[in-house]
């Protein structure tokens, strides 16, 4: 059995898309005859935990974990701010965004852009590349794969492939200096600079680029001659295999992390004027919103008078969430404010996908996730401010609930299997050591 190392800060007991990806790549990457080793940090700085991710992790995966420091604890101190707790439901979904900022966030997001270069796990990487390269002395692996963001997993497998001559695959969930945030970070000269360098630096030293949309991969193609493939997140027939006992109302359900830049306030409006109308939609509607969610999103649904039909679960495990889903009558997925979102597919979508519910999505009207909805055929995106769009899908929604139908869908979606996804990932690693042998 072939062994590959995974890089990778997310790991069990924490949630969210970026655990995901790289748990079910090991919890399937046996089956195509691959060993994975896991190294990870020992006592990660975590706003979730879910710890029914850990079932996941196959008997033959080999977990190496090391400590890490990290300078939260003086970002606290200057924000004021308390550590997350486990339920993943304080503080801000992203606080590196287009909103005002206090004084002292404003320090905070300044000292983190400029001093910690790429992120605050920078002070990571030196004690993690000593430890690896003693590791694969006595136990050498086939491939080395970093998973990023944080970046700094990228610049330990840069230095440890170079060390060792190991092929090495940088997989980007998300940009670097192209993700939305990034200008947002009151960054110097200097500190942009040195971003940008140590970005081409890694894109031009990995032995392969890895992204999760076809137009990021477009977009990597113009930044550097380093081949780069797309293989995308996805979903997992596993998790859709609960029974699901349907509780009576029409429940449009938002999953994950819900932030106040995407907040759908046309929704909102919408179900407030279909409310007065309709006292018996009034009376079935329920907004479910489980995941981290800012207050400025509840705080516009009250506002708009669906306090009573709110229902915030809060932050809850990956099963649980699967479950809102398969019980949902229409799923809410709305992007946020920024253009860079485009090229962006959001991890919730493929497990929408597998729900077999329509899908309302919120943004851009042309970009990645609208095309997936058109080639599915599983949902449609309107704009932001589009009430004649968004109110049209409430009421086909509503009309195939009270008929008890669901209107057929089209498109194969068996692409985004996680399965699949995976012995895509095995075959491109397969290429790369073959390559590394010729040479």
Not at 156 to 169: L, Y
Not at 351 to 368: C, D, K, Q
Request: net charge neutral.
């Amino acid at each position: 059995m072939k062994r590959v190392l995974v890089i990778s800060y997310y790991w069990p007991p924490a949630g969210g898309s970026g655990v995901q990806r790289w748990v079910k790549f090991a919890r399937y990457l046996p089956a195509e005859d691959w060993q994975p080793v896991i190294y990870t940090p020992e006592n990660p700085e975590m706003t979730t935990v879910d710890r029914t991710l850990e079932d996941e992790i196959p008997q033959e995966a080999e977990i190496l974990k090391t400590r890490i420091t990290e300078p939260y604890n003086l970002y606290r101190a200057l924000t004021g701010k308390k550590s997350g707790d486990p339920s993943g439901n304080m503080g801000e979904v992203n606080p590196i965004n287009g909103g005002r900022k206090s004084l002292s966030g404003k320090i905070a997001l300044a000292i983190r852009g400029n001093l910690f270069i790429p992120d605050p796990r920078c002070l990571w990487i030196r004690p993690s590349v000593r430890f690896l390269e003693k590791y694969l002395k006595e136990h050498p692996v086939d491939i080395i794969v970093s998973t990023g963001p944080p970046h700094s997993m990228h610049i330990i497998a840069m230095k440890v492939a170079k060390k060792t001559g190991i092929p090495w695959i940088a997989d980007f969930r998300d940009p670097w200096t192209r993700i939305f945030y990034f200008k947002h970070l009151p960054l110097t000269s200097w500190a942009r600079h040195r971003h940008l360098s140590l970005e081409k630096k890694v894109l031009d030293s990995a032995s392969a680029i890895v992204t999760v949309t076809k137009p990021l991969a477009a977009e990597f193609r113009t930044m550097t001659k380093t081949p780069v493939h797309c293989i995308t997140n996805g979903f997992d027939e596993s998790d859709f295999r609960q029974i699901i006992e349907p509780d009576g109302f029409f429940n449009i359900t938002h999953t994950g992390l819900f932030a106040s830049d995407g907040n759908p306030e046309t929704l909102w409006k919408v179900l407030e004027d279909k409310c007065a109308e309709d006292k018996e939609f009034k009376d079935m509607l329920r907004i479910r919103l489980v995941g981290k969610t800012d207050k400025e999103i509840t705080e516009s649904i009250m506002a708009h008078g669906l306090a009573e039909n709110l229902r915030n679960l809060g932050y809850q495990t990956h099963l649980v969430a699967t479950r809102e889903q398969m019980g949902a009558s229409m799923l809410l997925l709305p992007q946020r404010r920024e253009p860079e979102f485009k090229a962006v597919l959001t991890g919730k979508l493929f497990e929408y996908l597998a729900s077999g519910h329509p899908i309302l999505g919120i943004g851009m009207t042309e970009g990645a996730m609208a095309e997936v909805l058109e080639e599915t055929g599983r949902g449609r995106m309107v704009d932001w401010d589009d009430y004649g769009g968004t109110r049209a899908f409430i009421e086909t929604c509503w009309k195939g609930f009270k008929e008890d139908c669901t209107a057929p869908v089209k498109g194969d979606i068996s692409q985004y299997s996680r399965r699949e996804l995976t012995a895509r990932m095995a075959r491109l690693m397969e290429s790369l050591i073959e390559n590394n042998e010729t040479r």
